[in-house]
């Protein structure tokens, strides 16, 4: 059996979609030839956050590692990274490769770290974001002699919510990300959109796409009621900055739905605080209260049942074409929504990466065109059940393909 480490900032117990990808993946690792350890962080409630403490974790506690506390800032003893960062600030430069926050738990990792109890990894996985995983995956396998790959869930282009008085720099971000994976053994993002980006950008690089995926322990929901007894449309999840503006939009597109039958639009958001202030006051000014209800987060298992019984699953996204990042990414909650019988709405234009999986499993439509939200809502009951590409798409499928990748590399050696 060949070990794995996997370094990651988000895991179990903390319950959010980050967390699902490994944190379920690994129940999936040992079947394929892996052993899974993982060094990550002390997880707790964040501040802000509708995310639950509540996620079961499927490796056993003596393979974990947990070095610090997620959300804590730790602050950088290095020189040389305080006089660059200053330069930064004060040309107002933001830098995804390197936020203080991230090279603070850096440090603190390296510092603490008994590597050996790692000796024995064959191969090491560093997930971003955070960037920290990526170079405690670089450092790690340099100090233990095997490879490593670049799990990529978002693009280091992607930047969300930060202060106005900064502006990425995109082209330094990525100059800086190349020097960082100039050894890894490959790269692995999550969805083909990425993988094409990403092939520009690499061109001599291996990269395969591991999606995240659905875990099959949902239950049908035929013949069950509407969880409140009437037609709904259901939203949970984080509301980014960039999903204000299509919630706004399907919220005002159900409002002339409503002139032919009463439909109504649930959303359980999980933060951020500040942009569930931004989405209450949209919805007061455009006179929504009795269409668009905002409800507080709940327990996974509440929420699940609230998805099963919706009339129609929605997901957030861009509604800019040229939004090329944002095209490309393909939210984890998608994959999570494949399995049940009600179809999926996606607010996100229709070249995208969401619709382009939902046009191929024939779960539902991408799409920002009012007249197209519109007729799907008032037409789409009974339709878009799935068909057999849904299993192709399971956590299981995908971390057999992430164990076949490691195979390949290792074999290389």
Same mark, same amino acid.
């Given at each position: 059996?060949?070990?794995?480490?996997? @370094?990651?900032?988000?895991?179990?117990?903390?319950?959010?979609?980050?967390?699902? *990808?490994?944190?379920?993946?690994?129940?999936?690792?040992?079947?394929?030839?892996?052993?899974?350890?993982? $060094?990550?962080?002390?997880a707790h409630k964040i501040s802000g956050s509708g995310f639950l403490m509540d996620m079961q974790c499927t490796v056993e506690d003596e393979q974990i590692t947990r070095i610090g506390r997620m959300g804590t800032g730790y602050v950088p003893k290095s020189f040389l990274f305080h006089v660059f960062h200053g330069v930064l600030n004060f040309f107002g430069i933001f830098l995804n490769t390197l936020t203080p926050e991230a090279r603070g738990r850096y440090e603190k990792?390296?510092?603490? @770290? =008994?590597?050996? *109890?790692?000796? =024995?990894?064959?191969?090491?996985?560093?997930?971003? #974001?955070?960037?920290?995983? %990526?170079?405690?995956?670089?450092?790690? !396998?340099?100090? %233990?002699?095997?490879?490593?790959?670049? /799990?990529?869930?978002? $693009?280091i282009d992607f930047s969300d919510g930060i202060p106005e008085k900064y502006k990425h720099d995109v082209? $330094? /971000?990525?100059?800086?990300?190349?020097?960082? $994976? *100039?050894?890894?053994?490959?790269?692995?993002?999550?969805?083909?959109?990425?993988?094409?980006?990403?092939?520009?950008?690499?061109?001599?690089?291996?990269?395969?796409?591991?999606?995240?995926?659905?875990?099959?322990?949902?239950?049908?929901?035929?013949n069950r009621e509407r969880a409140y007894g009437y037609k709904y449309l259901y939203y949970a999840g984080v509301i980014y900055q960039h999903r204000l503006e299509s919630l706004m939009l399907l919220a005002n597109c159900i409002k002339e739905v409503n002139d032919k039958e009463h439909i109504e639009f649930i959303i359980r958001s999980t933060g951020p605080a500040e942009n569930d202030k931004k989405m209450k006051a949209m919805i007061k000014e455009e006179k929504l209260e009795g269409i668009v209800k905002v409800l507080e987060p709940e327990k996974e298992e509440k929420v699940r049942i609230e998805q099963e019984n919706a009339? %129609?699953?929605?997901?957030? !996204?861009?509604?800019?074409? /040229?939004?090329?990042?944002?095209?490309?990414? %393909?939210?984890?909650?998608?994959?999570?929504?494949? #399995?049940?019988?009600?179809?999926?709405?996606? @607010?996100?234009?229709e070249g995208s990466d969401v619709s382009k999986l939902l046009r191929a499993t024939n779960k539902g439509i991408g799409t920002i065109d009012r007249k197209q939200i519109i007729d799907f809502i008032l037409t789409s009951e009974g339709k878009y059940g799935g068909n057999d590409k849904v299993l192709f798409f399971s956590r299981e499928k995908q971390a057999e393909r992430y164990c076949r990748i490691m195979d390949g590399i290792l074999a290389e050696r």
């Open positions: 059996m060949k070990k794995v480490l996997i @370094i990651t900032h988000w895991f179990p117990p903390m319950n959010m979609i980050a967390s699902k *990808r490994f944190g379920i993946m690994c129940r999936y690792f040992e079947k394929y030839g892996y052993r899974p350890y993982v $060094l990550t962080t002390t990792i390296k510092k603490e @770290i =008994d590597i050996s *109890r790692f000796q =024995d990894i064959d191969i090491v996985i560093g997930t971003y #974001p955070e960037i920290d995983s %990526i170079y405690l995956a670089k450092y790690l !396998s340099k100090k %233990i002699g095997c490879p490593y790959i670049a /799990d990529i869930r978002d $693009l082209t $330094l /971000d990525i100059f800086i990300e190349k020097i960082v $994976l *100039r050894n890894a053994s490959a790269i692995v993002p999550v969805t083909s959109g990425y993988k094409k980006i990403l092939r520009e950008r690499y061109p001599h690089k291996k990269i395969k796409v591991v999606y995240n995926g659905w875990e099959n322990n949902v239950e049908s929901s035929e009339y %129609i699953n929605v997901v957030l !996204s861009t509604i800019y074409p /040229d939004d090329g990042e944002l095209m490309a990414t %393909i939210p984890g909650k998608v994959f999570e929504l494949l #399995p049940f019988t009600n179809p999926i709405l996606a @607010i996100v234009p």
